[in-house]
């Protein structure tokens, strides 16, 4: 198990119950610059940017308490001369680590790098409404995005969504997104999961379409043309006017590579050995 991990193509890192580092695996030396040798014995909190802080030490206090959060994003430093991006994103799952007694005696976290995903959304959501050069962009860093306009109307199908769903842009563009693109019915281009899933998904875009502030990293599914079932997490924007009113919105989907599907897999398998 160890041995695996070590040699896992994601990032992998772990911390005893005082937060200090105990395991860095070569991915995530390589991604930030800091070697194994340094890394070890020295705080988490420390090399994170302070936007990430917060949120990791309370996904830390979580997973002492035996709380596994999934899908949570944070900001790490890189010690990368050659590297201009100032810090490393990544989207973590926490496993808790327990010895014999069931006491948990520190984390380990999961994560996957996309910080080239995440410069492509940030420069998206601030473009002030020119969104054509990212949509139509066929580069294969451009997410899979898909839209809708302030009357729940399909507005957007890129590319990528196009690649990932198996439907055109021609065949979703102007339908319900909620209901006749993403639905139950058997009429629906991408079948949901069940009705849970449509119900969560309409409440995600209408409360963003209210004004709220947008959700981020929310576990997703659907049925592709082909039957694959798809799993990702949603990030969603607004789109604003000049006024500052919400007429449409965005959604990102942030999909598992398959790297990052066998290290969750690894760290079911770690979760089960010490059941």
């Known amino acids: 198990m160890v041995r695996l991990i070590e040699t896992a193509t994601v990032p992998i890192l772990a911390v005893d119950v005082d937060g200090l580092v105990n395991g860095w695996n070569s991915k995530i030396a390589e991604l930030t610059g800091l070697s194994v040798h340094k890394a070890i014995g020295k705080h988490l909190l420390t090399s994170l940017e302070d936007c990430s802080v917060e ?5 830390l206090f979580l997973a002492l308490q035996g709380q ?3 899908g949570v994003q944070f900001e790490i430093k890189t010690h990368n001369s050659d590297i201009e991006l100032g810090s490393i994103s990544l989207i973590v799952n926490a496993c808790a680590s327990k010895d014999l007694d069931e006491n ?3 984390v380990c976290f999961v994560a996957q790098d996309i910080t080239c995903q995440k410069m492509v959304m940030d420069k998206f959501t601030k473009l002030q409404g020119d969104y054509k050069a990212i949509l139509q962009n066929p580069n294969p860093l451009v997410p899979p995005i898909f839209g809708l306009d302030e009357f729940g109307w399909c507005s957007e199908w890129n590319l990528a969504m196009t ?3 198996g439907w ?3 065949a979703v563009l102007n339908k319900m997104l909620s209901g006749e693109v993403f639905g139950n019915s058997s009429s629906c281009c991408c079948h949901l999961k069940n009705q849970e899933a449509f119900v969560n998904l309409g409440i995600v875009l209408n409360n963003a379409m209210n004004g709220q502030d947008p959700e981020k990293n929310i576990p997703f599914g659907f049925y592709a043309r082909n039957g694959i079932f798809v799993e990702c997490l949603l990030c969603v924007n607004k789109i604003l006017d000049k006024d500052g009113g919400v007429i449409g919105v965005f959604c990102f989907l942030q999909l598992a590579s398959q790297e990052l599907q066998q290290a969750l897999s690894i760290q079911k398998n770690y979760v ?3 059941l």
Request: aromatic share 0%.
């Open 272 to 274: 089960r050995e010490q």
């Open 68 to 70: 596994e959060e999934k």
């Open 168 to 170: 055109s842009r021609e």
């Open 55 to 59: 949120i990791v030490k309370k996904m």
């Open 163 to 165: 690649k990932l769903s």
């Open 104 to 106: 948990v005696v520190g």
